[in-house]
């Protein structure tokens, strides 16, 4: 909303719950059934009649389906439904990226209602077992034998009965098992514009993520990796997004590498999540002093086809940390968020989670609490601050 | 009180504007909003974060313990919001009260009448129609003051903290009230929405 109001774009927010002042608003808020992208694309069409629409944007998995089909239907800027569903598939997108020959870890699909003993002793190890739908390794756990498996199958199985993970449906009785692909792990932040992918940013995880849970931490960009492999981990993005069918818009993967070369283990038609894209800056911000131009304003511009006055991420090097959850029970407060901040290089931090709030560990939860962000000379700084301000969070809960 | 003992938490809204919460009341009873140097002068506080070199701050308000800054600079909250805290922090320590009250209508403020008459108008659209509205998500919005035809506002209940107030404020009250009260020139949230305890949206997990 920030970014079309920057650019003095006029906005229609649609929603699954209709506003309490959709009524009052009709032309700024718009009730969409997203489960059902046709229909909701349908009423988009309808809605245009008297309120034209110039583009449309989805902001996760589930909209960037809705925003395919409207744009479809309206002919606007967009990927076509097929590539935003394979995009949010994981199965599907492991089909097509292994038909294209995208090195991605050997997968299967399963029933959740097949026996898991039995499975268990069919499976190489370690594996990784990975819901389609759920979103921020959400329902990821790693097995490293057959006890494992069972284990972490029926810890899965009762995280997909629950109400809004099994609203989606067929998706929610069937799970990936994959190989687990050792290695170090970065993000790759993208625009696709015209079929072409321009990567905006790829980002470290320095803290490893070898399981048995994928709860993330810190982004760092820029990468620490060095450039060939750099040159190696775009290459491969690339060819995923081609496979998968993207076409237009913001992209966001998930890589590994070892010494094998990368392994693409996801990708998604949609930004980088949540408050993680306020890490990223581009144009006037090059030398720390200036605003800059956000992911939002670009994506926005890029949906209306305006002019990007840059895709150049600023000089400065930046870092977020997704604040881990630190326990299971209802927040009560969070002390140190003014030590947290006075850290020197950290701009924010920002406490999500409200008072009174259930934070619920991985596998079954995923929500963190807050965010921390820094900017400085290098990513060590930058990690080295994102790392000292955690330590000065303390998180009641009771 | 010592300065030290001043907690202060910056809130950025956008890149113009931010919120401070500080720890400790900076104005009890009112909402003063400042939108020049000049009439800054004579409120220690809004003397000083006016005075900022390089923020070119366009308009203050304070309320409670909330300060909120609005500046021209392109500059990153991140990159100047200490220099707001440490004015801010500076002047609570001091021995003199940061901000007066409000003056009265009859004090030679011009357009104090004009803003009573937009106060009574746009309380009325927030009785009938803004709350009514609200209150279906379990929220209430608060008309706290009008400034120089500028509504400041507090969101509670479901509305506070909600991972879609902004939607309401912008998509919903602002639209309305620029129907219905044409004369308003903006809205400030003075809303502290890190405290809501059952926002009616949860905000994005990742």
Redesign the interface.
């Known amino acids: 909303m920030e970014a079309a109001r920057q650019i003095g774009v006029e906005l229609t927010v649609a929603s699954e719950q209709a506003s309490t002042f959709a009524g009052a608003n009709p032309a700024g808020l718009l009730t969409l059934d997203f489960k059902n992208p046709e229909r909701a694309a349908d009423d988009v069409h309808v809605f245009a009649r008297t309120q034209p629409i110039q583009g449309v944007v989805g902001v996760d998995d589930d909209t960037a389906i809705v925003a395919a089909a409207i744009a479809e239907r309206l002919k606007l800027k967009g990927n076509p439904m097929h590539a935003a569903e394979a995009a949010r598939d994981k199965h599907r997108q492991r089909q097509l990226l292994a038909d294209a020959n995208v090195p991605i870890p050997r997968f299967a699909l399963h029933l959740l209602s097949e026996d898991a003993a039995e499975l268990a002793t069919t499976i190489r190890y370690p594996c990784v077992l990975k819901p389609l739908r759920l979103s921020a390794s959400r329902g990821v756990i790693r097995a490293d034998n057959p006890q494992g498996f069972i284990k972490a199958h029926s810890r899965l199985k009762a995280i997909l009965a629950q109400p809004e993970a099994a609203a989606c449906g067929e998706p929610a009785w069937h799970y990936l098992v994959e190989e687990f692909i050792p290695g170090y792990e970065v993000a790759l932040e993208g625009l696709v514009v015209n079929r072409r992918l321009h990567v905006l940013a790829i980002f470290d995880k320095p803290d490893p993520l070898d399981g048995p849970f994928f709860e993330e931490t810190i982004y760092l960009t820029p990468s620490r990796v060095p450039a060939p492999l750099q040159a190696a981990i775009r290459d491969c993005a690339d060819r995923a997004v081609r496979a998968v069918g993207i076409v237009e818009g913001p992209v966001h993967a998930e890589l590994r590498y070892n010494e094998r070369g990368p392994w693409l283990i996801e990708l998604a038609a949609r930004p980088i999540g949540g408050r993680c894209s306020a890490v990223l800056r581009f144009g006037a911000g090059g030398l720390g002093l200036g605003a800059g131009v956000t992911l939002e304003e670009i994506i926005v511009r890029h949906s209306l086809g305006m002019p990007i006055p840059s895709l150049q991420r600023e000089r400065l090097a930046a870092g977020v940390m997704m604040i881990p959850i630190p326990g299971a029970g209802a927040l009560q407060e969070v002390r140190g968020v003014t030590e947290a901040k006075g850290v020197p290089l950290i701009e924010d931090v920002q406490i999500t989670a409200h008072p009174g709030e259930r934070l619920v560990p991985f596998p079954e939860g995923s929500r963190y609490p807050g965010f921390i962000f820094a900017r400085g000379e290098t990513p060590a700084v930058v990690e080295a601050a994102l790392r000292d301000a955690h330590r000065r969070l303390e998180f009641v809960l009771s | 009180m010592a300065a030290a003992d001043i ?4 809130e ?1 809204i ?2 113009q504007r931010c919120k401070f919460v500080v720890s400790v009341p900076v104005l009890e009873g009112g909402v003063r909003r400042f939108s020049s140097a000049d009439e800054a002068r004579g409120a220690p506080l809004a003397e000083a974060i006016f005075g900022i070199p390089g923020l070119a701050v366009s308009e203050l308000i304070v309320s409670g313990n909330l300060v909120t800054v609005v500046k021209q600079s ?6 100047v919001g200490k220099a707001v805290g440490a004015a801010i922090r500076t002047t609570l320590a001091s021995d003199v009260p940061p901000v007066a009250p409000a003056p009265s209508p009859e004090s030679g403020n011009p357009a104090a009448g004009n803003d009573d008459a937009l106060y009574e108008q746009v309380a009325k659209v927030f009785d009938q ?1 803004v709350n009514p ?2 209150a ?2 379990g ?1 209430h919005v608060e008309l706290i003051d009008v400034q120089d035809a500028v509504v400041m506002l507090r969101m509670g209940g479901g509305c506070q ?1 909600c991972g ?1 107030a ?3 404020l ?4 602002e ?2 009230l620029a129907q219905l009260v044409p004369a308003v020139r903006g809205i400030v949230d003075i809303t502290d929405h ?6 009616y949206f ?5």
């Open positions: 907690r202060i938490t910056a950025p956008d890149n392109p500059a990153p909250w991140q990159a129609q509205m609200v279906r998500h929220g903290g879609m902004d939607v309401t912008r998509q919903g009250i639209g309305m890190a405290t809501g305890a059952n926002p949860q905000a994005a997990k990742k």
